[in-house]
T-cell receptor, first 114, second 110 residues
Framework: EPEVTQTPSHQVTQMGQEVILRCVPISNHLYFYWYRQILGQKVEFLVSFYNNEISEKSEIFDDQFSVERPDGSNFTLKIRSTKLEDSAMYFC????????????FGPGTRLTVL | SQQGEEDPQALSIQEGENATMNCSYKTSINNLQWYRQNSGRGLVHLILIRSNEREKHSGRLRVTLDTSKKSSSLLITASRAADTASYFCAPRGSQGNLIFGKGTKLSVKP
């Protein structure tokens, strides 16, 4: 069964460093999302992406964040200068399209900022 | 906000019993999805119910949706220890993103 994959599973970085989190959505899906979950808290929406552009973003998704689909398969989230409070689990999700489609989530990347 | 709010926050039952979790949300939706999350792991999609549906079944799962009350419920029948996890409802609004609540933490004791 097709699934969303994410790499790495765990990323440790120093404060101020740039990180790139990678996702491979399900191949025929057209809509892509990033969410994050700080330990013990809710899953929070960051950004949605369709047709090579951001379709919606939350207040969390400030200028330090960017997303890209550099080729036909990868979907990346870049944090330019990480802060301690960026430590969280980051989930990528994708869906086919249309109003009713399920969003399928990847296993997540645990980002630890020291 | 379309945020789903689950109730109860925690539920502890014996294996074989049924577990019912409730969800309320605030605005109109296109659909509502339920997810499961094992501790420290990813979100597993369980079921999607559309706004024009009232009930949906998938194996031991039964989901209901009452758009007039802006509420949904997830019933897990004949629970197993492996069902121990946190369960989230996620309403989906017109923009496509899902809004998660704090979830219900289900503990099924063998």
């Amino acid at each position: 069964e097709p699934e969303v994959t994410q790499t790495p599973s765990h990323q440790v970085t120093q404060m101020g460093q740039e990180v790139i989190l990678r996702c491979v959505p399900i191949s025929n899906h057209l809509y892509f999302y990033w969410y994050r979950q700080i330990l013990g808290q809710k899953v929070e929406f960051l950004v949605s992406f369709y047709n090579n552009e951001i379709s919606e973003k939350s207040e969390i998704f400030d200028d330090q964040f960017s997303v890209e689909r550099p080729d036909g398969s990868n979907f990346t989230l870049k944090i330019r200068s990480t802060k301690l409070e960026d430590s969280a689990m980051y989930f990528c999700a994708s869906r086919v399209g249309g109003l009713y489609n399920e969003q399928f989530f990847g296993p997540g990347t645990r980002l630890t900022v020291l | 906000s379309q945020q789903g709010e689950e109730d109860p926050q925690a539920l502890s039952i014996q294996e074989g019993e049924n577990a019912t979790m409730n969800c309320s949300y605030k605005t109109s939706i296109n659909n509502l999805q339920w997810y499961r999350q094992n501790s420290g792991r990813g979100l597993v999609h369980l079921i999607l119910i559309r706004s024009n549906e009232r009930e949906k079944h998938s194996g031991r799962l039964r989901v209901t949706l009452d758009t007039s009350k802006k509420s949904s419920s997830l019933l897990i029948t004949a629970s197993r220890a492996a069902d121990t996890a946190s369960y989230f409802c996620a309403p989906r609004g017109s923009q496509g993103n899902l809004i998660f609540g704090k979830g219900t933490k289900l503990s099924v004791k063998p």
